[in-house]
């Protein structure tokens, strides 16, 4: 088959060429995968989809396959996936995954599922990416500019990908994507009307290979937008303080200071925006339904997209008083025998928990571990020290938390998440706190942040629903 250039040969062509009458090889059968194989299939496109997973762990994506009369194989990766004009890759598949390179030495481009749905998106497209906050920040936004009036759908890492709701979208939608690095790698001509980085620290080196590759991924999100777009930078980030990211936006910054370059900043425990070269006093950060310096950080970013669409300072206020957050990040789960739990699944890398730990004002028992990401673990004994009274570990990255936070903290092992909340519970006092916030990827204990949060959850109910007295389990 005739190799094909990502960007001389596809982006020449219309965005309808480029689906419909293609053959369209998927790589993964998760959510996106799927739909963008049933995308594919809606726009008059020949897609074929091939996951590594056996057959029997994919069941529910074989019936939605099979419903659609959608081609597919399991269990392994053959030449037939790559029979193809282009490839579709999950997220999960880094560039150095063998069928990536493959495809790569054949001259097949090789897309992510939010590229290949921008090219077929008719609304303004909204983009958020960081290493930290961007859920919160993507769902915070939806709701600023859905409380406004404005048709606005929130998707991509956030829960529905981007290719399941792009058909659905009018002139007047706008589509609020959060977008991760990896998504982010394999972009062409994907191109938001306006875009924010919130932060970027040290992560996914596994996908990745280092730091700088993971930087760059990051942004990508600019280098396609014009000089109508609107890029929105974490003013107090030392990387995104300098000359990156290369792109003809108009930049504008938020900040948690009295930073008088940035377009939302905090003054006198406010946040303030400024709008047309006039601040203008939005609330007291006091009033913000959800708590912590780094949600002053996302408010702000939030405001300024949705400013970007008009949306007015009272909308804004109302939402910001009325917005608690999202599940499993800083989500408070509720209270037993005077300890509170609070679920921070979603901290999937030490700057995350490190975040946590800085939001906690009580003593707090935390449950950290997973899947390690090479980093150290030395930021959270920094911060912990001031609230931290016991740490308790799982999952394969312990024994190297424990290397570091051992020398710092008491710290216990236990071998499930039942047992640790258990654990956890039994050193708490009234008046404590349980965090989870892990620090650590899911994936040893659990398929994703989510099912481990749910199963803290659980953990937590059963022991209000079997330990009323707390003393009976703690002595």
Not at 32 to 50: M, N
Request: hydrophobic fraction near 45%; aromatic fraction near 6%.
């Amino acid at each position: 088959m005739r190799a094909l250039d990502a960007r001389d040969i596809e982006a020449a062509m219309t965005n309808s060429e480029r689906i419909a009458g293609r053959s369209i090889g998927v790589l993964g059968m998760a959510r996106s995968g799927c739909a963008v194989a049933r995308l594919a299939r809606q726009l008059g496109g020949e897609p074929f989809v091939s996951d590594a997973a056996s057959a029997s762990s994919l069941i529910e994506a074989t019936r939605v396959l099979d419903r659609d009369s959608i081609p597919y194989e399991t269990d392994g990766h053959t030449d037939r996936v790559l029979d193809v004009d282009y490839v579709v890759a999950s997220p999960a598949l880094p560039p150095h995954a063998p069928i990536i390179r493959n495809a790569q030495e054949r001259g097949l481009p090789v897309f992510s599922e939010v590229e290949f749905a921008s090219w077929v998106c008719p609304a303004p497209i909204v983009a958020l990416t960081g290493t930290n906050g961007k859920t919160t920040t993507t769902a915070l936004l939806g709701e600023l500019l859905l409380s406004a009036g404005h048709d606005a759908h929130v998707c991509g890492n956030i829960g529905l990908p981007f290719s399941s709701v792009v058909s659905k979208l009018r002139h007047d939608s706008i589509a609020v994507v959060e977008v991760s690095s990896f998504q982010l790698h394999f972009i062409a001509d994907f191109r938001p009307n306006a875009a924010a980085i919130l932060n970027i620290t040290d992560d996914h080196r596994e996908w990745h290979g280092d730091f700088t590759a993971y930087r760059d991924a990051k942004f990508r999100i600019a280098e396609n937008m014009t000089s109508s777009d609107l890029l929105v930078l974490n003013g107090d980030d030392p990387i995104l303080n300098g000359p990156d990211p290369v792109t003809n936006a108009q930049r504008t910054y938020f900040s948690t200071t009295n930073d008088k370059r940035a377009d939302a900043r905090i003054v006198d425990d406010s946040l303030e925006i400024v709008r047309d070269g006039v601040a203008n006093r939005l609330l007291p950060v006091a009033e913000m339904a959800l708590r912590g310096v780094h949600n002053w950080s996302n408010a702000a970013a939030a405001c300024l997209i949705s400013s970007h669409f008009n949306v007015e300072f009272q909308s804004q206020a109302a939402t910001l008083r009325s917005f608690s957050g999202v599940p499993h990040r800083l989500e408070a789960v509720g209270q037993v025998a005077g300890v509170t739990f609070i679920n921070d699944s979603k901290a999937t890398n030490v700057e995350s928990a490190v975040t946590a730990l800085r939001a906690m004002s009580q003593p707090t028992v935390l449950i950290a571990g997973g899947r390690g990401k090479g980093a150290s673990y030395q930021p959270m004994v920094d911060v912990g020290r001031e609230v931290v009274t016991h740490v308790v570990l799982i999952g394969e990255a312990r024994e190297a938390m424990f290397a570091e936070l051992g020398r710092a903290f008491a710290v216990q092992f236990a071998d499930s998440l039942d047992a640790a909340v258990a654990l956890a519970f039994s050193l708490a006092n009234p008046g404590n706190v349980v965090l989870l916030s892990p620090a650590c990827a899911s994936f040893d204990m659990f398929d994703n942040f989510e099912a481990r949060g749910d199963a803290f959850k659980r953990a937590v109910n059963g022991l209000h629903n079997g330990q009323e007295d707390h003393q009976s389990l703690s002595r």
